[in-house]
């Protein structure tokens, strides 16, 4: 019985909890004199066929929530002759967050990233990687996922075919937007509420 109050005693400790934040960045910007704080990243999700990571930024009194999407799929999907089709984000895209208690949080994003294409691990793959996509979120919408777990994410991407002509310039002819919805394990609904927690209260 002592040992399980010591237990809580030091999991509930300051020190215990630093120990559990991990920081790419923790400082005062020298320039700005704001606050700069990106916690390290952690997988958000994991398929057969993609993956996501995040981390939580805060530079003065801003807020972001940064992912990494990462998708495999056939190559011939993403690229036949004379034609390449890109997986985008744009400036203003929507990622929408269905909470436990039925409330839905829709941020935009405030950059444009296009994927970056690369050989699949399997034969005849290709892996389309989206990195460091910012959707800015209040500290009021932050405070509460801290205490009401994601249960599902629905990501809004746009999809880019671009035709090279004969003259070898790319032209884009098309851009239809589409989202898909991934569902979070428990595990990592309790990841981000803890990643959440080290940046407000760091």
Do not use: W
């Not at 400036?91 to 935009?108: C, F, H, P, V």
Request: contains cysteine; neutral net charge.
């Amino acid at each position: 019985m002592k040992k399980f109050i010591f237990l809580i005693i030091l999991a509930s400790s300051p020190s215990f909890f630093s120990q559990r934040c991990k920081f790419e960045k923790n400082e005062i910007d020298k320039f700005t004199n704001k606050k700069v704080v990106i916690s390290k990243k952690e997988k958000l999700f994991s398929t057969l066929t993609s993956s996501g990571y995040y981390s939580v930024k805060q530079t003065g009194d801003n807020y972001y929530l940064i992912f990494d999407f990462i998708e495999i799929k056939p190559i011939t999907e993403a690229v036949s002759p004379g034609v390449i089709k890109y997986v985008q984000i744009f400036s203003g895209d929507k990622l929408q967050l269905l909470l436990a208690n039925n409330e839905i949080i829709t941020l935009l994003s405030s950059n444009s990233v296009q994927s970056q294409m690369k050989p699949g691990v399997s034969f005849g793959t290709v892996s389309c990687e989206l990195y460091d996509v910012e959707y800015p979120i209040t500290k009021d919408q932050l405070e509460l996922l801290k205490k009401t777990s994601i249960l599902t994410l629905r990501i809004y991407q746009s999809f880019s075919i671009d035709i090279l002509n004969s003259l070898n310039t790319d032209q884009k002819k098309s851009t239809s937007v589409e989202f898909h919805d991934v569902d979070l394990k428990k595990m990592n609904q309790d990841d981000i509420q803890l990643l959440i927690e080290c940046i407000l209260s760091n």
